[in-house]
């Protein structure tokens, strides 16, 4: 069965260095996708970063970077040069295309709190 | 271009009532997907419709249905409610219901049952 796995609960970081959220999955299944969204306190789900499980190079988007390492099943989620306003929930989530749906399935989160 | 609205923001019931949320998608988006936030957990998706058919359903009782309507638009509808609905219900977005397709998220609706 297909699985997400957020091992840090909670994370802080000193404004203005790079923190690495952890994110482990599992599936048989060979084609997939990975994705990352924050949540802040208001409650939307802000999509953050896609890597298809196809995907030679590692994604990046501005200051969020993706190191998957598909050999492990991880796709760690690098914040480089945090921001007060990076701290949030930041969920990973999964979908793979067995039925054809496009349904995520997500991990538990992780909170990250940025300290000035 | 507006995101994905969704209305109420806030909603109390009392067990046993009906409730129905509504969700309007990214202009240009055909699909559109409902998930379950409980406190301290991730989203659970709940179902998906694209063009106005069911495209897929997660594990939740019969007291939960949906409906996507001509302007894409969608309804969540939850009967008999348990304490246990108490979540935060988030709808998603997309173009298409391809496994590649990112979904956009709205504010949620909170529901509050007592």
């Known amino acids: 069965a297909q699985k997400i796995t957020q091992t840090q609960p909670g994370m802080f970081v000193q404004e203005k260095e790079a923190v690495t959220l952890d994110c482990t999955y599992d599936?048989?299944?060979?084609?997939?996708?990975l994705f990352w969204y924050k949540q802040p306190s208001s409650g939307e789900m802000i999509f953050l970063i896609y890597?298809?499980?196809?995907?030679?190079q590692n994604a990046t988007e501005g200051r969020y970077s993706l190191n998957f390492q598909k050999a492990r099943k991880s796709a760690n989620l690098v914040i480089s040069a945090s921001q007060l306003g990076d701290s949030a929930m930041y969920f990973c989530a999964m979908r793979w295309d067995q039925t054809g749906a496009n349904n995520l399935f997500f991990g538990t989160g992780t909170r990250l709190t940025v300290i000035p | 271009d507006a995101g994905v609205t969704q209305s109420p923001t806030h909603l109390i019931k009392t067990r046993g009532q009906q409730v129905t949320l509504r969700c309007s998608p990214i202009?240009?988006?055909?699909?559109v997907s409902w998930y379950q936030q409980v406190l301290g957990q991730g989203p659970q998706f709940i179902f998906q419709y694209y063009e106005k058919e069911e495209r897929g359903r997660g594990n939740f009782p019969d007291r939960f249905s949906a409906r996507q309507f001509p302007n894409y638009s969608s309804e969540l509808n939850v009967n008999a409610l348990l304490l246990g609905d108490s979540a935060l219900y988030l709808c998603a977005s997309s173009v298409l219901s391809g496994m590649g397709e990112t979904q956009y998220f709205g504010p949620g609706t909170r529901l509050l049952v007592l």
């Open positions: 202009s240009g988006h055909k699909s």
């Open positions: 890597q298809g499980s196809y995907d030679q």
């Open positions: 599936t048989s299944d060979p084609s997939y996708g």
